[in-house]
């Protein structure tokens, strides 16, 4: 299947600071890319769409000054979670979806910890 | 809209089959099926796009109704590496507004 890669895996900041996640599709292009969070025993929680070149589209309820997305390239789109608090811990997941084929793949996750 | 998912959670012996289902109220475009273990991300499984479209292989495959508002996916034989938790995510829009929404999950626990 394809490989969607996501870094860091594990990050633990402090309160206040920001943490920036990065997700890159290394073995095809992938012009929309998608940002979800998943608490623990839930589902994923989809946040935002990622467009290669344009504003991101956030879902109802999610603060996009909060959470900052870049979509620089046709394979890389970042994460910034911006003065992180602890209850921005979570375990945030990438995806990247194939255009031809339809498939979406997801990247490894990022578990998040704000002290 | 979030598919509606069942069961919840099931066990299974080693070798015994299981069924896990993904309904929607609209018609859809997409049903993307996927596993995931504890502590990792979700590994894609299969994607149906066709109303009445079977695929997979005989230990795991899927299935979309004719009228694209509802999916299976079927574990056959299953082993003790099935164990994990199933997502269907759906795409009831299509074309440039393509997102996938996910059901609550199936947990799924094969024994020894």
């Known amino acids: 299947g394809a490989v969607v890669s996501q870094h860091p895996s594990w990050v633990i900041c402090k309160s206040g600071t920001s943490v920036k996640i990065e997700c890159r599709s290394l073995?095809?292009?992938?012009?929309?890319m998608f940002w979800y969070r998943q608490f623990p025993k839930q589902s994923l929680m989809l946040m935002a769409t990622?467009?290669?070149?344009?504003?991101?589209?956030?879902e109802q309820g999610v603060e996009k000054d909060k959470f900052l997305i870049n979509h620089a390239s046709l394979t890389l789109s970042t994460l910034t979670v911006t003065s992180a608090h602890p209850e921005d811990s979570s375990f945030y997941i990438c995806s990247a979806r194939r255009t031809q084929g339809g498939e979406l793949f997801f990247g490894e996750g990022s578990r998040l910890t704000v002290l | 809209q979030q598919p509606v998912q069942s069961p919840q959670a099931v066990i299974l012996r080693e070798g015994e089959d299981a069924v896990i289902n993904c309904s929607s109220s609209k018609a859809l475009y997409s049903v993307h099926w996927y596993r995931q273990k504890h502590g990792e991300a979700p590994v894609f499984l299969m994607i149906?796009?066709?109303?009445?479209e079977q695929k997979g292989h005989e230990k795991i495959s899927a299935s979309f109704n004719e009228k694209k508002q509802q999916s299976s996916l079927y574990l056959t034989a299953s082993q003790l590496s099935y164990s994990g938790t199933y997502f269907c995510?759906?795409?009831?829009?299509?074309?440039?507004?393509?997102?996938?929404?996910f059901g609550k999950g199936t947990l799924l626990t094969v024994n020894p």
């Open positions: 149906l796009l066709k109303g009445g």
């Open positions: 995510g759906t795409d009831d829009s299509g074309g440039s507004n393509y997102k996938l929404t």
């Open positions: 073995d095809f292009q992938a012009t929309t």
């Open positions: 990622s467009n290669e070149g344009s504003k991101a589209t956030y």
